[in-house]
């Protein structure tokens, strides 16, 4: 019997197998691809999410990583740069890298901390005890697998979470984004383009991987009648030509994701097993970024699971483990809350219209709105933004 087995070396396995296996912990993390694989993302990562690579002890000098400096906002003819908030508590930079590189770069570094990786290694489900119904580990195709506690970061359709009939809420938001690849001269722009006119609920990007390449795509932060292969197709024939998005150079095809959002799945802990990112529904609902969620959510139920596996007694342990889905609500149930009420918001086109006319010609205004929108808000607020982004976030109750 190992202590945790983590389900999943997506960024939240990977994640909560480095935090575990740093703490002392043995650790077995389950993969059913083989590495290098390929995941449908936009490749961006936030400050946010940088704090929790740099917390991981991840290299972020190495090559292969793209920086960028901030968001370029782009709607009705009109642009506007914002650079990420400098001086706060997060990193003034976000960075870009595939993710075919990015998760195995992490599940590399869980493997440098002490856990075991086991690669085509199919989960076939939850294994339980016979009197309790407790998770005690896991079935593969290879057999049974015990273990105190498992993690289950296998994803938005999560075979773990469905077998213990854990299915999202129809009252949580999920959304879809297709992306594709294209050789481009705007490769080495240093900021994550985002259009806000594509679609009303929705935006595309444009962001530059500094390889030669450019990640292109379309989100939908909620399911619409939108086809968002054709809507990708119709927006990329009409960016300026000179950019190079057309099919004659793409590197491959348009590959599209679900995007489970605002704890789209609960509860997040069931005895002996705890869900973290996607699995748990943990994208944020204004934007659909789901890494940061997804390594913040690890790092969380790493601590929870760490501080449970140190007490003395059974009930102890589990009066611990309880306390993980309120921990992840005080830490995001405010921005997922204030995100699900921006996405019924901007679903009127007319508000939309208004929101994009109006921002995008008052800069202090959008600066506020991406501290909102990325989660940045400052623990130790300095000025009137930071005051009045803290206190949005703060004030909107937990889901």
């Known amino acids: 019997m190992t202590d945790v087995i983590v389900v999943g070396a997506g960024p939240a396995g990977s994640a909560a197998a480095c935090h575990l296996a740093r703490a002392g912990l043995d650790v077995l993390l389950l993969e059913k691809a083989a590495f290098p694989r390929e995941k449908v993302c936009g490749d961006g990562l936030t400050p946010r999410a940088v704090r929790e690579l740099i917390t991981l002890g991840v290299d972020l000098d190495r090559p292969g990583w793209a920086r960028n400096r901030g968001v370029r906002l782009v709607a009705e003819g009109r642009a506007l740069d914002l650079p990420w908030p400098d001086g706060t508590a997060f990193p003034a930079f976000g960075l870009l890298r595939t993710r075919r590189d990015f998760d195995e770069l992490l599940a590399r570094r869980a493997v440098a901390c002490g856990a075991v990786l086991r690669e085509r290694t199919r989960v076939t489900g939850p294994l339980l005890d016979d009197r309790t119904g407790r998770v005690v580990g896991v079935t593969t195709d290879a057999g049974a697998l015990e273990a105190r506690l498992v993690v289950a970061a296998d994803g938005a359709s999560s075979r773990l979470a469905v077998a213990l009939g854990l299915r999202p809420r129809a009252d949580r938001p999920v959304g879809v984004a297709v992306r594709r690849y294209f050789r481009s001269p705007r490769h080495d722009d240093d900021m994550l383009e985002c259009h806000l006119d594509v679609v009303p609920a929705g935006y595309g990007w444009v962001f530059g991987m500094g390889d030669g390449t450019c990640n292109v795509g379309v989100a939908l932060l909620r399911r619409t009648h939108h086809d968002p292969r054709r809507l990708m197709d119709s927006w990329t024939a009409a960016l300026p030509p000179a950019w190079g998005l057309t099919p004659e150079n793409a590197t491959g095809p348009v590959r599209g994701a679900a995007i489970p959002t605002g704890f789209a799945r609960l509860p997040h802990y069931r005895p002996g097993l705890l869900l973290v990112g996607d699995s748990g529904g943990m994208a944020n609902p204004m934007n659909g970024e789901g890494i940061t969620y997804a390594l913040e959510s690890a790092r969380i139920a ?96 937990a889901p």
């Open 302 to 397: 790493a601590d929870v699971i760490v501080q449970a596996l140190a007490r003395p007694t059974a009930s102890q342990r589990e009066r611990v483990l309880y306390t993980y889905p309120q921990a992840l609500r005080s830490s995001l149930g405010g921005p997922f809350t204030l995100g699900r009420w921006f996405v019924n918001a901007i679903e009127n086109p007319h508000i939309m219209r208004l929101a994009t006319r109006q921002g995008l010609t008052h800069p202090s205004l959008m600066r506020l709105a991406i501290r909102i929108l990325a989660n940045l808000t400052d623990p130790s607020p300095r000025t009137p933004t930071d005051h009045l982004a803290q206190a949005l976030t703060h004030l909107t109750p």
